[in-house]
């Protein structure tokens, strides 16, 4: 909550304006504490991956195991600046799709300072930007939200009737 602004206070009649902060990303603080505390993949395809972007700077992409009844693995990819995902290149993430997709897993220490810095820049862009000038795009749609990550609401709340 951003702001609230009481209109009336008679008693039983209590109505307020308030501005609410809805923010639809994670930090990646966030990201790191969902991957530590995640259950083992015997797979061994949880973890932080690169997507290269042919025209622009690679994003960080967190993966962790979906668990289901299914027999077949699948993932969610969870991401800076929009809610997690199960759809990979348009279909469920399983292990199979996971392996032949152009994600790059982050192997090592100096892979995942690289992957933190993506992820912060996108977490940080797409609070104010849509995903095309997050990636230094032009953007000839006025007020764009395709991958923005914050959005301010006004609501009336209390006994309206």
Not at 11 to 22: T, V
Not at 35 to 47: N, T
Request: charged letters at 25%; hydrophobic letters at 35%.
């Amino acid at each position: 909550e951003l702001v609230s602004e009481p209109l009336c206070r008679e008693r039983g009649r209590e109505l307020s304006l308030r501005r609410l902060l809805l923010d639809r990303g994670l930090s990646w603080a966030a990201a790191t504490a969902m991957l530590r505390d995640a259950a083992p993949d015997e797979l061994g395809h949880q973890g932080v991956y690169f997507r290269p972007l042919d025209h622009g700077v690679w994003e960080a992409i967190l993966v962790l195991r979906r668990r289901n009844r299914l027999e077949q693995a699948e993932y969610v990819l969870h991401y800076p600046h929009i809610p997690s995902s199960r759809i990979l290149e348009g279909l469920n993430c399983t292990a199979e799709r996971l392996q032949a997709s152009r994600l790059i897993r982050c192997n090592n220490p100096d892979q995942l300072t690289q992957a933190e810095g993506c992820w912060n820049l996108q977490h940080e862009r797409s609070e104010r930007l849509c995903v095309h000038k997050q990636r230094g795009r032009a953007c000839h749609q006025a007020g764009c939200i395709v991958g923005k990550r914050c959005f301010e609401e006004t609501m009336l709340t209390g006994q309206i009737l």
